[in-house]
């Protein structure tokens, strides 16, 4: 039987999951945390003594030409990095491993990218119009550290293929003006102002707010993921729709809870 007690932290796991990491190791056991940058927050494990730092981590960043969201692999900022060292020792003596060279130390960034860079741009195209800030290009373009040209000109395009901009004068339409108001992503916003006018405002409520939270067909265990899947499948049907996938299972809830 091996003496190490290994607990994995990360932001997919349930309250009670997380809160193991905070209790003592049995007797006998050493516990060891595997945590993703969750653990760069204010984190305050009492008994952590020392920390391993890989100098990687997982970052969602945003293509503007491929209207895509990625997660990629990179190498921490110094920012983090020193972060990641304060976990060890909080409060009592610790230590630092780190897993790279003096020479890799001077390549590193200094703080990891602003997040306007890695985020879609088209909220921010919106409010600019909404408080009469001038053009979106024009806005964008004045702020201290700029997104690219490229990732902005597709916001735009988005934008006006929803119709929330005229095409020719890039004012708010009265569409736009609503999803302006709305703290949601536009076509998430502009599939509700659709569903009240088509009069099915529960179910798209339902999908919106499935779709703006966490998955309930995913799982963190690698060996519970075909179970989700295939629960996915099921509750999709014939429609194949994770959009419907999402409805039947909101619905097939409040049925088993109201028996």
């Not at 020479?103 to 960034?109: D, E, F, T, V």
């Amino acid at each position: 039987e091996s003496d190490l007690l290994v607990l994995p932290l990360h932001g997919s796991l349930t309250s009670f999951d997380q809160a193991r990491i905070f209790r003592r190791a049995p007797k006998g056991k050493r516990k060891v945390v595997v945590a993703t940058n969750i653990a760069e927050t204010s984190i305050t494990i009492n008994d952590c003594s020392f920390v391993v730092d890989s100098g990687t981590m997982k970052e969602t960043r945003y293509d503007g030409t491929s209207r895509m969201s990625m997660l990629v692999e990179t190498y921490v900022s110094v920012a983090s990095a020193n972060q990641r060292k304060g976990r060890a020792g909080r409060v009592r003596r610790g230590r630092c491993y780190r897993l790279w060279t003096r020479a890799a130390q001077g390549r590193l960034p200094l703080a990891q990218a602003p997040e306007i860079h890695r985020v879609p741009l088209e909220n921010l195209c919106l409010q600019a119009r909404l408080l009469k800030l001038g053009k979106p290009m024009q806005f964008l373009k004045s702020v201290i550290e700029p997104p690219a040209t490229t990732s902005i000109r597709s916001a735009i395009q988005v934008l006006k293929s929803l119709g929330a901009f005229d095409r020719d004068t890039v004012e708010l339409t009265p569409l736009g003006y609503h999803l302006a108001r709305m703290p949601l992503d536009p076509q998430i916003g502009k599939m509700l102002v659709y569903g009240a006018l088509l009069r099915v405002a529960d179910d798209v409520l339902t999908i919106a707010a499935g779709l703006c939270g966490r998955s309930p067909f995913l799982s963190g265990m690698p060996n519970h993921r075909d179970e989700a899947n295939k629960a996915r499948r099921k509750f999709a049907g014939p429609s194949r729709s994770d959009h419907m996938a999402l409805l039947n299972a909101y619905l097939g809830f409040q049925n088993t809870v109201s028996e």
